[in-house]
């Protein structure tokens, strides 16, 4: 699966923005994706994954309740919707498809990553 994440930008605190991920290549319904994030001078980390329909979503500690995560099979896209934004959430982010619901590792190599920037 090839993937391309979009819609990146600069906001303000407490701002929102709609991440995208589009997939070409394998049926992109077979995978759990992911979506990953690395803030300058630190390691990729984990941030959300959404199973194989809209039912099963998963989020970590730092963005529960914040991020929305969602896919439409139809366009072979997963969206991630900040909200709430702070400065702290500002990094590449990128999407992965994983290895499977609760390993989060990511299969394959990493795809082209979106840059968000939150100002204070």
């Known amino acids: 699966v090839q993937l391309q994440a979009s819609g990146g930008g600069l906001v303000q605190a407490g701002g929102s923005l709609r991440l995208s991920c589009a997939a070409s290549?394998?049926?992109?319904?077979?995978?759990?994706m992911g979506w990953f994030r690395q803030a300058p001078g630190k390691e990729r980390e984990f941030v959300t994954a959404?199973?194989?329909?809209?039912?099963?979503?998963y989020y970590s500690d730092s963005v529960k309740g914040r991020f929305i995560i969602s896919r439409d099979s139809a366009k072979n896209t997963v969206y991630l919707r900040m909200n709430s934004l702070k400065p702290e959430d500002t990094a590449v982010y990128y999407c992965?498809?994983?290895?499977?619901?609760?390993?989060?590792?990511?299969?394959?190599?990493w795809g082209q990553g979106t840059e968000v920037t939150v100002s204070s």
């Open positions: 290549g394998r049926a992109f319904s077979e995978f759990v």
């Open positions: 992965a498809a994983v290895r499977g619901w609760g390993d989060w590792a990511p299969l394959g190599s």
């Open positions: 959404i199973g194989w329909s809209d039912e099963s979503t």
